[in-house]
């Protein structure tokens, strides 16, 4: 089952702040962000995993609610390289090893 | 340069006309694993490997075929395509399981007429 991401597009100016949501109806063991440059392979972002630790780019910041089984990711002063298609991925607690990734949150900043 | 490769980058085929994506990554990695990409439905993931011979269905397996003999190599075989099967797949690796960063592939388009 697909992760829901919220909001499913977003215009931002330059310098402004965004939030990207993921939530999941099952219980996760870990949640994964990438970006997706028009055209491009996704790259990564971040992974949070269930217990707290994160792996991932120090200029990103996110958060994992366990208990929600929902992750967000904030994007501070915004910049024009930040354009690009969100995508959260799910890993579920349960022994499978299968990613399901939402359908993505379209982030567009403009100068 | 850690990289993943996949060949050919775009496709063009006929309906029933056996083809094979491959898929390539010089990083060791024992996780490798397929999604295709259409719009609006994001990222599907299509099979993975947690290791040679160790291969088990994603999400959307149906038409598609995974076989995992080297630890490097891991392709995919459409082996009768249709064209809803037309899309944008991408291959990725990770370093051991779904809790690690994965590297994608530049994407392989894939048209069947």
């Known amino acids: 089952q697909q992760p829901v991401q919220s909001p499913q597009a977003v215009i931002l100016r330059e310098g402004e702040d965004a939030v990207i949501n993921c939530s999941s109806s099952?219980?996760?063991?870990?949640v994964h962000w990438y970006r997706q440059k028009h055209g491009e392979a996704p790259v990564f972002l971040m992974i949070?995993?269930?217990?707290?630790e994160q792996k991932g780019h120090e200029k990103i910041s996110a958060s994992f609610n366990e208990k929600k089984q929902q992750s967000s990711l904030y994007l501070t002063a915004s910049q024009l390289s930040y354009s690009g298609t969100y995508f959260c991925?799910?890993?579920?607690?349960?022994?499978?090893?299968?990613?399901?990734f939402g359908t993505g949150t379209k982030l567009q900043v403009i100068p | 340069e850690a990289q993943v490769t996949q060949n050919p980058r775009y496709l063009i085929t006929v309906t029933g006309k056996k083809l094979t994506v491959t898929c390539s990554q010089n990083?060791?990695?024992?996780?490798m694993s397929w999604y295709r990409q259409d719009p609006g439905l994001g990222l599907r993931q299509i099979y993975y490997?947690?290791?040679?011979?160790?291969?088990d269905k994603g999400d959307v397996p149906e038409g598609y075929k995974v076989s995992r003999k080297e630890k490097r190599n891991f392709p995919l075989i459409l082996e009768s395509p249709s064209p809803n099967q037309t899309s944008l797949y991408f291959c990725?690796?990770?370093?051991?399981?779904?809790?690690?960063?994965?590297?994608f592939g530049p994407g392989t388009r894939l048209t069947v007429t």
């Open positions: 990725a690796s990770s370093s051991t399981t779904g809790g690690d960063e994965q590297y």
């Open positions: 099952k219980a996760l063991y870990s």
């Open positions: 949070l995993l269930k217990g707290g």
């Open positions: 991925g799910t890993l579920f607690s349960g022994g499978y090893q299968k990613v399901t």
């Open positions: 990083m060791n990695h024992e996780y």
């Open positions: 490997s947690m290791n040679v011979e160790v291969t």
